[in-house]
T-cell receptor
């Protein structure tokens, strides 16, 4: 059974800092890995999707990498802003189903 | 991506009553939708896969007679929590599975906060 871990559970950084959010998973037999953003009391917004054959994806200030062999993914956020404050969840996909981590709650201080 | 709505966004009901939550795919014909539940500071847990025109597939440990799912059209899936109890209070989120030449991806609704008193 796939287990997805995100550590730490919470992170606070000053505005402007570059940061890396980590995600690890136990079963490397995945089709893809997705990063989501969740604001308090809201649904999920898809940020980046990496297919199993890909190593990374980029969108604006976000870059996500995937290393299946080591069971790791990272989400890199460049020049963080207070508006980036949210919970970031990673999820592995297999057979169209997603397995989520608990998320990392990020706070970017002005 | 697909635009997904849920109704209601919040609902409070008394213990023992039933509550229906709607999930609509506004711009994509979805043969497959998913229902998740999220407890505070926990992961989203998949409850069931909703298939248009056929029975839903439930995950282990989810009572199919308690959480009734109907996916009668390509744009609407409903989740009915029957005989709700306080332990059913949670955040329920649906998603739509897209495909059609692009990598399959799930797009999520805004969620429904259920509180059972």
């Amino acid at each position: 059974k796939q287990e997805v871990t995100q550590i730490p559970a919470a992170l606070s950084v000053p505005e402007g800092e570059n940061l890396v959010l980590n995600c690890s998973f136990t079963d490397s037999a995945i089709y893809n890995l997705q990063w989501f953003r969740q604001d308090p009391g809201k649904g999920l917004t898809s940020l980046l999707l990496i297919q199993s054959s890909q190593r990374e994806q980029t969108s604006g200030r976000l870059n996500a990498s995937l290393d299946k062999s080591s069971g790791r993914s990272t989400l890199y956020i460049a020049a963080s802003q207070p508006g980036d404050s949210a919970t970031y969840l990673c999820a592995t996909g297999a057979n169209s189903k997603l397995t989520f981590g608990k998320g990392i709650t990020l706070s970017v201080r002005p | 991506g697909a635009v997904v709505s849920q109704h209601p966004s919040r609902v409070i009901c008394k213990s023992g009553t039933s509550v229906k939550i709607e999930c609509r795919s506004l711009d994509f014909q979805a043969t497959t939708m998913f229902w998740y539940r999220q407890f505070p500071k926990q992961s989203l847990m998949l409850m069931a896969t909703s298939n248009e025109g056929s029975k839903a597939t439930y995950e282990q440990g989810v009572e199919k007679d308690k959480f009734l799912i109907n996916h009668a059209s390509l744009t609407l899936s409903t989740l009915t929590v029957t005989s709700a109890h306080p332990e059913d209070s949670s955040f329920y989120i649906c998603s739509v599975l897209t495909s059609g030449g692009k990598p399959s991806e799930q797009y999520f609704g805004p969620g429904t906060r259920l509180t059972v008193t």
